[in-house]
DNA sequence: TCATCTAACACTTTTGAACAGG
DNA sequence: ACCTGTTCAAAAGTGTTAGATG
């Protein structure tokens, strides 16, 4: 983790804000929750980090950063869960987000070096349970978890890098284990959060500095639950997520072979007098099968099926006649068993195949091509214990290589099942889901790509929509507030969002009914809705210019109170239980913090957002009070969780001094940032023994090593598979 | 009793080492 | 010796499900 000794508004800034926003808030239920993680550790805090922030040392490259762009690239398969209600399953052992974060950027210095990290947001303060096919809030949102970062694997990572190729996340993993100690973003199970990326500047993985750019894509927001909770969304990840390839219709673990299995274990020993109805059923299967090439692969199936029966059974079917040799193994019980165990066969199913290439070819390329497909005839070993039955057969098999079999299979029997939805992050983003409710989020962009560009050259606010790529393009805050629908969940205790539309941000991350005073200076009205539950914040320890807009604000050079003149009214929500409505998915940009100048105690860090730049907001329902019942915060009020600290569960690492790990850059570097720390190294790249920073890749291993795959590509260190977390509030990870 | 969580399960994809060939 | 491509087994990632938990 940063602590606030290497960047003290670092997590803890915002977050002791936000946390303060959580208290100073008219107490709903669950509000107790919250503040006794402040209140504990208040008190606690080191005084310096009480200080408001000094003026900012000086402005960074602000031509470079202001252009800092960011379009998520797979947006149209977020927008179709967002349209349902994304669920995230969490373990304890690590989840894997599903749509995978994927962006791209641009706008970067190529020169420079930039870290990427990734969070979440808690979106609001509420606990939600799945009722009648809605989430309702069901309660207060439980204490706050350990603020972790998930570092991408890359950083550090030249501009030119980064924008040379997708930047996936898709390694970060979801946890709801309090005591992780993989280093894992913990998060609490039925809550709302809203995943953010980090662009930062650095020198190297331990000195960052220069400006930061925080993105996010509202229609990313998920709810977590650890067993999915909406049909809709297990069978959108079925169809989307190639490891649930084998739950679909035509997979090995589908509902039906799964029966199947489930009947044969209850039918053991082996009951010949099934065979004849599955051999019924086989015979469907070639029936339906209408083209040449679906012929073709069922033959071949067909055959690998009889193959692998005889070689199991060949005493017992070879005298079979061709018909019956070749269905009934496939169906007796341990045969059917020796067949199905073998993925690499194909199994020809009543309701097809392949029902969802563009997804298995574009988002992972290499399913088409290393996904498990016929074996050959010459290699396979039952076809070796060649009986007639294989002699009959293997003409096709002969005459059918193996990327003929899986393009074919392909495009040929797709459009024999057009109803079967194609869900891939490539697929466009009008593709239907007849099984599921039109996306709310309308009108969509065709490729889904949403973009937050942080500010620069006092562009427009709202210039920063692509306006293909928003639903609500330039469109002003107020508008979109009043036009929007209720976000992305549900809002329907007693009625639908349709019956009961619910004026909410398009961010949906708040429901305030009165004015709001943004919490980041400068920012964009447009801009002020994402954060609008914030009222009268300001800012604590906020260097100058070190935060403003994602959105065209120029950097300031101090900081101010909040001045945006973001008020809106956002008239309440009369129902007693929000609940979400899957619906409006516009892209707020997040707010970017740029050229923060990390100092020992009193900047901004980077991660100062984290968690509260998006003040979490209490569903319309609940939010029955009014502006006033949030009092200003108090800059004074930061702390950390004291109840982390010590005594804890996670034990403190502090990261030693040692010099950079990565080369000089290059000398050539014109970046502004390049030669203000040359200039001001001090500043922007304080000692490293001020920076207990924590990284959470391997909790227990010196710092170096978790950092080590960091720098493989310059240095050859092994990788982690999954990347690099970092604990932001200064707590031990385990 | 109910909602929620956990772990085992079967399946699929990914990953990386081993190997062969140029 | 180096590079590239292939193969294969292990690891990891899925949703499902039954049982446990509070």
Known sequence: MLSVEMYPSLALGHQRVGDCYYREREPPAHMPLYPS????????????????????????????????????????????????GTEMIITK?????????????????????????????????????????????????????????????????????????????????????????????????????????????????????????????????????????????????????????????????????????????????????????????????????VDSSSILQSLIAMEMSVTMSLSTYNGTYLATPLESSSFAPATHPQSSSSYRSDPSIPQPSPTSTFNYPSMATTDYPSILSSSPTLPSSTTSPSLKQTSCTYTTLSISTSSSPKPLLSSTSFHSILPSNPQQGLLSPHTPTNTSFPSLPPPSCQPIQQNGALQAVPNSNQTPPLSVFNPTAYPYPNLPLSNVIQTTPPSLFNLSSHSTSQSHPVPSLPYSLSSHSTPLSYPFPSLPSSLSSCSSSVQNWTLPNVSSGSVHSAVSIPIPTQIQAPSVASSFTHPPSSLPNPVYQPSSCSAIPSVSVASFQPSASSHISPFSLTNHSLPPTTCPQNQTTTPSSYPPIAPTEIGSFSQFNSGAPYLPEMVLHHPSLLPPLDPSL?????????????????????????????????????LRHMYRQHQHGHSHPQGSYLDMSGRAVF
């Open 37 to 84: 993680s402040y209140d504990m550790a208040a008190g606690a805090m080191p005084s310096h980090l009480l200080a408001p922030p000094p003026a900012p040392s000086k402005p960074t490259c602000k031509g470079q950063q202001d252009s800092v762009k960011m379009e998520l690239e797979n947006g149209s398969l977020w927008k179709h869960f967002c349209s349902v």
């Open 93 to 289: 052992k690590g989840r894997r987000m599903f749509p995978q974060l994927r962006v791209k950027l641009s706008g970067l210095n190529p020169a420079l070096r930039y870290i990427l990290l990734l969070d979440m947001v808690a979106v609001d303060t509420s606990r939600y349970r799945f009722q009648g096919d809605t989430w309702q809030v069901v309660g207060g949102a439980e204490a706050r978890l350990p603020d972790r970062v998930f570092i991408h694997p890359d950083s550090p990572a030249t501009g030119a890098h980064w924008q040379s190729r997708s930047i996936s996340f898709h390694r970060a993993k979801l946890t709801n284990n309090t005591l992780d100690t993989q280093g894992y973003i913990i998060l609490h199970s039925l809550h709302r959060y809203q995943p953010r990326v980090h662009v930062i500047e650095a020198r190297d993985v331990l000195r960052w500095g220069g400006g930061q750019h925080s993105f996010i894509f509202p229609e990313t927001q998920f709810l977590t639950v650890t067993a999915y909770q909406n049909n809709k969304i297990t069978e959108l990840k079925i169809q989307s997520n190639p490891f649930a390839k084998g739950f679909r219709e035509d997979g090995m673990n589908s509902k039906r072979q799964r029966d199947v299995r489930q009947k044969r274990k209850l039918n053991e020993p082996l009951d010949i007098g099934e065979l004849p109805l599955d051999i019924g059923n086989v015979t469907q299967i070639s029936l339906q099968l």
């Open 670 to 706: 014109s970046s502004c940032v390049s030669s203000s720390s040359s200039t001001t190294p001090p500043t922007l790249y304080p000692p490293f023994s001020s920076y207990p920073l924590r990284l959470c890749q391997d909790p227990r291993s010196s710092f170096p090593i978790p």
